[in-house]
Every structure is written in C-alpha cells, then in structure tokens.
Nanobody
Framework: QLQLVESGGGWVQPGRSLRLSCIVS????????IGWFRQAPGKEREGLSC????????RYADSVKDRFTISIIGAKKTAYLQMNSLEPEDTAVYYC???????????????????WGQGTQVTVSS
C-alpha cells in the first residue's frame, strides 16, 4: 500500500523559506499525483499545489502561486514543496497526499486523494 512520509516543517521568521519533503513508498512512483494541502486551526483544509508524475503537470492555488514551487525527483520517489516569502498567515499543518492511476494532470481537491501523510507543522512568526 502506498505510504507517504513528510518532513521539513518547523518554525521560521517572516520572509524566510522552508522546503517540505514527501517520500513515497509501497507503490510505483509512476502515474500518481502528489498534492500539498494545509489546514490551520478552525479553518478548512486548503489545497496548495499538485503535480502529476504522468506528465509533470502542476497546479497552484492563487494564494501561493507566486511563492511556492512543487517539484519531484523520480529517482528518490520524493515530492517537494519549496515555500518562499513565508508570512504568519502561512502557519498551518501541511500535508502531502497521493492518488494512483493518474493518466493526465492533477486536481487540487482533497477528495481526489486517497493517501495522506501524517502532517508537519509550519509556524511563521517573529
């Protein structure tokens, strides 16, 4: 069964950067989509970015499209989320998620994803 292990969260000051990692195991890295989501206390889960390993198609939420970058390294079966210019409103628990059997692009909706990581806390404050 596909499993996801996240890392890279922590505390940073406003304006700084973090890179989150999501290692995929238990399944082929081909023909899957990886999505990054976040959820702050009292708020709904928000889709941030996704990428399809089938064709490399990416999507970004408007709130992060100029600051965050999603990428993958197939040999490492790892997806990354580079987060630049972080602000306090970016504080949340960040999750990676995956869905298999992807034949084209990815969709930024939480119900599209069957497998989820444990979440990693990102705190942005001075």
């Amino acid at each position: 069964q596909l499993q996801l292990v996240e890392s890279g969260g922590g505390w940073v000051q406003p304006g700084r950067s973090l890179r989150l990692s999501c290692i995929v195991s238990g399944f082929s890295f081909n023909n899957i989509a990886i999505g990054w989501f976040r959820q702050a206390p009292g708020k709904e889960r928000e889709g941030l970015s996704c990428i399809s390993t089938t064709g490399g198609t990416t999507r970004y939420a408007d709130s992060v499209k100029d600051r965050f970058t999603i990428s993958i390294i197939g040999a490492k079966k790892t997806a990354y989320l580079q987060m630049n210019s972080l602000e306090p409103e970016d504080t949340a628990v960040y999750y990676c998620a995956a869905v298999t059997g992807v034949l084209s692009g990815c969709i930024l909706g939480e119900y599209e994803y069957a497998y989820w990581g444990q979440g990693t806390q990102v705190t942005v404050s001075s």
